[in-house]
């Protein structure tokens, strides 16, 4: 089946060491997207790329890096994880074309600091 | 500024009874709205979207929303709640006048909670 696969599904860090979560997907979407998701609150988008062209949010801090080698895969990379960055990270695919598409979600990876 | 409220952080309703999730927008312009579910350690699954048209959506899973514009509402509904359907539900709006300049611009509600029992 088609999907957007996340790995690792857990991933533990200690403060200020950096660390790279994975994404890939088999749909082959043109857009891609990193969310950040904290306890009860609702995901906020960090950024996304569409093709090769990488669109940061405003208030995405520098601490958040991403990489996006191929159409297939895209990285996020936290150069020095705080406290603060401990949450889920919902990586999503869109196609862009037509009508507005729907996202498509993959389960996330839940990021822990030590 | 674009946003989205969902005014209730849990819903509780037993199993067969009719549900409703509530969720108010504000954009310049015409809304692009989504609903989404979430269940527990799992990413969000789309569910339906309203673009224009009819202002009865139909979705996945036998839910369906009502665009309302006069009170700015899509509220999600469904007949007769199962208790697989309780999950975390994320209303999300996209201002289509930020829509060249930020592909992925969905702005998501704070989340309602939907509890089932049995």
């Known amino acids: 089946d088609a999907m957007v696969i996340q790995n690792p599904r857990y991933q533990v860090t200690q403060f200020g060491k950096p660390v790279t979560l994975s994404c890939s997907q088999t749909?082959?979407?043109?857009?891609m997207y990193w969310y950040q998701q904290k306890s009860s609150q609702a995901p906020k988008l960090l950024f996304h790329?569409?093709?090769?062209?990488?669109?940061n949010e405003a208030d995405t801090p520098d601490n958040f890096q991403s990489r996006r080698p191929n159409t297939s895969f895209c990285f996020l990379d936290i150069r020095s994880p705080g406290l603060g960055d401990a949450a889920m990270y919902l990586c999503?695919?869109?196609?862009?074309?037509?009508?507005?598409?729907?996202?498509?979600f993959g389960p996330g990876t839940r990021l822990t600091v030590t | 500024a674009q946003s989205v409220a969902q005014p209730e952080d849990q819903v509780n309703v037993a199993e067969g009874n009719p549900l409703t999730v509530k969720c108010t927008y504000s954009?310049?312009?015409?809304?692009?709205l989504f609903w989404y579910v979430q269940y527990p350690n799992r990413g969000l699954q789309f569910l339906l979207k309203?673009?224009?048209?009819?202002?009865l959506v139909k979705g996945s899973y036998g839910f369906e929303a009502e665009f309302n514009k006069s009170q700015t509402s899509f509220h999600l509904k469904k007949p007769s709640a199962l208790v697989s359907d309780s999950a975390l539900y994320f209303c999300a709006v996209r201002d289509p006048l930020n829509y060249g300049g930020s592909q992925g611009n969905l702005i998501f509600g704070k989340g309602t909670k939907l509890s089932v029992k049995p």
């Open positions: 954009v310049s312009g015409n809304p692009y």
């Open positions: 309203y673009i224009t048209g009819d202002n």
């Open positions: 999503a695919t869109s196609r862009d074309q037509g009508t507005l598409p729907e996202q498509y």
């Open positions: 749909l082959n979407h043109n857009v």
């Open positions: 790329y569409y093709d090769k062209d990488f669109n």
